[in-house]
């Protein structure tokens, strides 16, 4: 059974920090491009930061470019969101993707909220 588990938000005033967490089980992690994505209400999700299935490449929506950091751990099966400098606007349910081509597979987590607010 495939799995994506997220933890690690809640609420946080403005400017500062917090770190997501995505553990992955039932599927062959390190063969996965991982991604943040998040949706704020009334809005659509929209992609946050991607990394490649070694690390070795990533890439960041404008929005959060230079406060966040996407990075993974294949032996943990754990892809984390560091963000800093939090915003009211970086106020959504983030979710972590698992994704593969050929054949394609994608699976989502269940989401985990993060409001920033003072």
């Known amino acids: 059974q495939v799995q994506l588990v997220e933890s690690g938000g809640g609420l946080v005033q403005p400017g500062g920090s917090l770190r997501l967490s995505c553990v992955g089980s039932?599927?062959?992690?390190?063969?996965?491009?991982m991604s943040w994505h998040r949706q704020a209400p009334g809005k659509e999700r929209e992609l946050v930061a991607t990394i490649r299935p070694t690390g070795a490449s990533t890439n960041y929506a404008d929005s959060i470019k230079g406060r966040f950091t996407i990075s993974r751990d294949n032996a943990k099966k754990t892809v984390y969101l560091q963000m800093s400098s939090l915003k009211p606007e970086d106020t959504a349910v983030y979710y972590c993707?698992?994704?593969?081509?050929?054949?394609?597979?994608?699976?989502w987590g269940q989401g985990t909220q993060v409001t920033i607010s003072s």
């Open positions: 993707r698992a994704q593969r081509l050929n054949p394609l597979y994608t699976y």
């Open positions: 039932g599927f062959t992690f390190s063969s996965y491009a």
